[in-house]
């Protein structure tokens, strides 16, 4: 079953390799007044720039986008085709990469205010993540990925929408895929009260617009994403079932062998 036909944001259109190295995958950039730095060439990925004084200014899908303090940018790098060097525009502030082996999604070109106190709940983030990658390990690599998605989440929130391109796509799709990549292996029922409806209206709108249920767009992402830990990190499956809110081993067990034919630890 394939959902790329409404997913927003692909968080999970493939299992990332487990070879990853934070080197070449992430980039977290503070830039002083008069400093320059040069992102390109950039591989597939997300760039997130939080703008603290000056203007960060970038073409991108053919239009000039220029953010100012207390502003943020988000957008996937092959979007962007020119950045203004930052020594003409005055920029300060954070330039965040992560590659699409890190952050498996397709960031859609958005941007939007940023208050004093949203600013420092974004440092914090940032902290957490420089201090995870001082430490690294094969699990703390899972533990950035997951800092990362989540501090993207946070600066997506009332984001406008530049990039139209799949305008088509019902607001709702947008709120369960993000929803799902947050909570992970929770009832239909669950979702359908967080999106403000009932369980046969979610399923409804699912299968109406996908062919696929509510339940299988869960489904499909959750195992994507236990596939992932398994891959990448050397959790136990244990672990992993309590990650991916499982009520315990053999119930996690259970689901990934109806949906792979192979128990978990088997599988990896």
Request: glycine share 4%; with cysteine; proline share 3%.
């Amino acid at each position: 079953m394939s959902t790329e036909k409404i997913l927003p944001i692909d968080l999970y259109h493939a299992v990332s390799t487990a070879n990853l190295t934070l080197e070449s995958s992430l980039k977290i950039i503070h830039v002083e007044a008069g400093q320059d730095y040069d992102l390109f060439p950039m591989d597939a990925g997300t760039l997130a720039v939080i703008c603290r004084g000056g203007r960060f200014v970038s073409k991108a899908l053919d239009q000039e986008f220029s953010i100012t303090a207390g502003q943020v940018l988000l957008a996937a790098t092959d979007d962007i085709k020119e950045i203004s060097r930052f020594s003409e525009t005055g920029f300060e502030g954070v330039v965040i990469y992560a590659s699409s082996d890190l952050l498996i999604n397709r960031q859609r070109l958005m941007y939007r205010d940023i208050t004093p106190d949203e600013m420092e709940e974004t440092d914090l983030y940032i902290r957490l993540i420089q201090s995870q990658i001082e430490r690294m390990s094969d699990v703390r690599v899972k533990v950035v990925e997951s800092l990362l998605r989540a501090l993207i989440f946070y600066l997506q929130q009332g984001g406008h929408v530049a990039d139209d391109r799949d305008s088509r796509i019902p607001p709702m799709f947008y709120d369960f895929a993000l929803l799902i990549s947050r909570y992970h292996h929770y009832p239909v029922y669950y979702y359908a009260e967080k999106l403000g409806m009932t369980s046969m209206e979610l399923n409804s709108k699912c299968k109406s617009y996908s062919g696929v249920s509510a339940a299988e767009w869960i489904s499909q992402y959750v195992l994507l994403e236990a596939k992932d830990l398994l891959i990448k990190t050397r959790l136990r499956p244990s672990r992993i079932a309590v990650m991916l809110n499982f009520s315990n081993y053999d119930t996690f067990a259970r689901w990934f062998r109806r949906h792979t034919g192979e128990l978990p630890g088997n599988w990896r």
